[in-house]
Nanobody, 121 residues
Framework: QVQLAESGGGLVQPGGSLRLSCAGS????????MGWYRQVIGQERVLVAA???????TYVDSVKGRFTISADNAKNTIELQMNNLKPEDTSIYYC???????????????WGQGTQVTVSS
């Protein structure tokens, strides 16, 4: 199993910055990809940014040039640096990891508990 611990959410004014962190722990063979998704109550959860050794980085168009995802593979952690935040970035942000528990088990997705990001003046 993979446990994901998120931190770094909060309240910020428009134009401000926040940094989200997610640390993976537990018993597993390998984490292949990690990423950040966000969800507004009543709407579907959508990809914000993802990172993997194989594919590099991926961003949703609305955050390109403002958000940067980075990874420390040795520590199984990712960070999301969010700059020039806008009110429409307000959401619950979830960390996701795609991992194998053993070398022969199928990949499956694991989710963190979520952290609230609120952009408001």
């Amino acid at each position: 199993q993979v446990q994901l611990a998120e931190s770094g959410g909060g309240l910020v004014q428009p134009g401000g910055s926040l940094r989200l962190s997610c640390a993976g722990s537990g018993e597993f063979y390998k984490i292949y990809e990690m990423g950040w998704y966000r969800q507004v109550i009543g709407q579907e959860r959508v990809l914000v940014a993802a990172i993997s050794e194989r594919s590099g980085t991926t961003y949703v168009d609305s955050v390109k040039g403002r958000f940067t995802i980075s990874a420390d593979n040795a520590k199984n952690t990712i960070e999301l640096q969010m700059n020039n935040l806008k009110p429409e970035d307000t959401s619950i942000y979830y960390c996701k990891a795609s991992a194998q528990v053993t070398r022969t088990s199928p990949k499956r997705n694991y989710w963190g508990q979520g952290t609230q990001v609120t952009v408001s003046s």
